[in-house]
């Protein structure tokens, strides 16, 4: 199916572990991100991509790793998860520098 | 740093009962304000750009309008299906990263 997909959709893991989310879109759009969403925060950026092999950090990246080996991959890894990575987490891909994001369903990551 | 704040945190309308949505932002040169719609357990939904001043966009019940400083988006009778949250996003001349308000959760009631 062509689109952006986030995996998995739920998650549940234990506070030190280290998980990784996975980001996929299939049109090969040069940018990606990755956002979480907070009740009274919003959509904060957590590292972003304008192409495979560059990355930048983003207004919350600590405690987060991303790698970008290919276009159309953007895995985003949380190395020792905390509490307070609690989250859901949101994927997006642009075409070029000033198009709109098409957003994933997201990832629902809890950590107890 | 770019600033996006947008209000009401929440809306409840009746249905037909029209009313606007409020984006004020700082932003050290305007690229692109983005408007999205989000529906509970979905990502963000684009709806509109605007770019320069005076701008206007309409969708449906939607129009979206901007200024220097703050961008509205106008709910023309809306219908229960406008129920969402609306979120406001700013995009820096000298980069492309987006950054967003924390949203207007509408509830529209039949």
């Known amino acids: 199916d062509a689109g952006i997909t986030q995996s998995p959709r739920y998650k549940i893991t234990e506070t030190g572990r280290q998980v990784t989310l996975m980001c996929h879109q299939t049109?090969?759009?040069?940018?990606m991100f990755w956002y979480r969403q907070d009740l009274g925060h919003g959509l904060r950026l957590i590292y972003y991509?304008?192409?495979?092999?560059?990355?930048d950090k983003g207004e919350v990246p600590d405690g987060y790793v991303v790698s970008r080996s290919k276009t159309e991959n953007f895995p985003l890894t949380l190395e020792s998860a905390t509490r307070s990575q609690t989250s859901v987490y949101f994927c997006?891909?642009?075409?070029?520098?000033?198009?709109?994001?098409?957003f994933g369903n997201g990832t629902r990551l809890t950590v107890t | 740093e770019d600033q996006v704040t947008q209000s009401p945190e929440a809306l409840r309308l009746q249905e037909g009962e029209s009313s606007s949505l409020n984006c004020s932002y700082t932003?050290?040169?305007?690229?692109?304000l983005f408007w999205y719609r989000q529906d509970p357990g979905k990502g963000p939904e684009f709806l509109f750009t605007?770019?320069?001043a005076g701008e206007e966009k309409e969708k449906e019940r939607l129009k979206a309008t901007l200024t220097k400083k703050e961008s509205f988006l106008h709910i023309t009778a809306p219908k229960p299906e406008d129920s969402a949250t609306y979120l406001c996003?700013?995009?820096?001349?000298?980069?492309?990263?987006?950054?967003f308000g924390a949203g207007t959760t509408v509830t529209v009631r039949a």
């Open positions: 997006a891909c642009a075409g070029t520098s000033n198009s709109p994001l098409h």
């Open positions: 049109w090969s759009h040069s940018y």
């Open positions: 991509s304008a192409a495979a092999d560059i990355t």
């Open positions: 932003v050290s040169g305007l690229r692109g």
């Open positions: 605007l770019y320069s």
């Open positions: 996003a700013v995009q820096p001349m000298d980069d492309y990263k987006l950054s």
